[in-house]
T-cell receptor
Framework: SAVISQKPSRDICQRGTSLTIQCQVDSQVTMMFWYRQQPGQSLTLIATANQGSEATYESGFVIDKFPISRPNLTFSTLTVSNMSPEDSSIYLC??????????FGQGTRLTVV | GENVEQHPSTLSVQEGDSAVIKCTYSDSASNYFPWYKQELGKRPQLIIDIRSNVGEKKDQRIAVTLNKTAKHFSLHITETQPEDSAVYFCAASRSATNKLIFGTGTLLAVQP
């Protein structure tokens, strides 16, 4: 297994501002993903963070709203831009090795006021 | 697009009883099916997984079965304990993309 560190663990932000969430893995991984989990709901994939190229977004999510970086094989960021109260959610990063199990970061609980 | 349905949404059992959660997937190319347990305020943790070349897998009190023809898979927990209480998510993915599509979750409550 590996350790995934995600920060911040929680934040309260003003509407209209942006927040960048960081995800650090303690070893090189092939795949990294970003998920959103709204209160009491399941996990919804936002995008696949590709190393060295643009992220691949799922239907309903766009780069302007959720820009993602992945500068190397151990690190990724997700930015939630121009936030509104509807963006209040838990954001989770995930990493996967060699088509085996996916591990999750501890999540970032975002509240937009 | 890909879809995973999960039932029931809530399940209450007496301690020592068995619990069964069922999922159905739509993408016939899916070949990896993990189950995650999420306790309140915690991250999802993998508890068991199965690949499409296997019909059943067991790990102590937990087992998963897969029916590829019907495109459904199930989680079985025997001799349930209060610490099994949590939300359980099934998921499906295909090796080519590795992205997980999650079911809607099942809140399991084990009554002492």
């Amino acid at each position: 297994s590996a350790v995934i560190s995600q920060k911040p663990s929680r934040d309260i932000c003003q509407r209209g501002t942006s927040l960048t969430i960081q995800c650090q893995v303690d070893s090189q991984v092939t795949m990294m993903f970003w998920y959103r989990q709204q209160p009491g709901q399941s996990l919804t994939l936002i995008a696949t963070a590709n190393q060295g190229s643009e992220a691949t977004y799922e239907s309903g999510f766009v780069i302007d709203k959720f820009p993602i970086s992945r500068p190397n094989l151990t690190f990724s960021t997700l930015t939630v831009s121009n936030m509104s109260p509807e963006d209040s959610s838990i954001y989770l990063c995930s990493a996967e090795w060699d088509s085996t199990e996916a591990f999750f970061g501890q999540g970032t609980r975002l509240t937009v006021v | 697009g890909e879809n995973v349905e999960q039932h029931p949404s809530t399940l209450s059992v007496q301690e020592g009883d068995s619990a069964v959660i069922k999922c159905t997937y739509s993408d016939s190319a899916s070949n990896y099916f993990p189950w995650y347990k999420q306790e309140l305020g915690k991250r999802p943790q993998l508890i068991i997984d199965i690949r499409s070349n296997v019909g059943e897998k067991k790990d102590q009190r937990i087992a998963v079965t897969l029916n590829k023809t019907a495109k459904h898979f199930s989680l079985h927990i025997t001799e349930t304990q209060p610490e099994d209480s949590a939300v359980y998510f099934c998921a499906a993915s295909r090796s080519a993309t590795n992205k997980l599509i999650f079911g809607t979750g099942t809140l399991l409550a084990v009554q002492p």
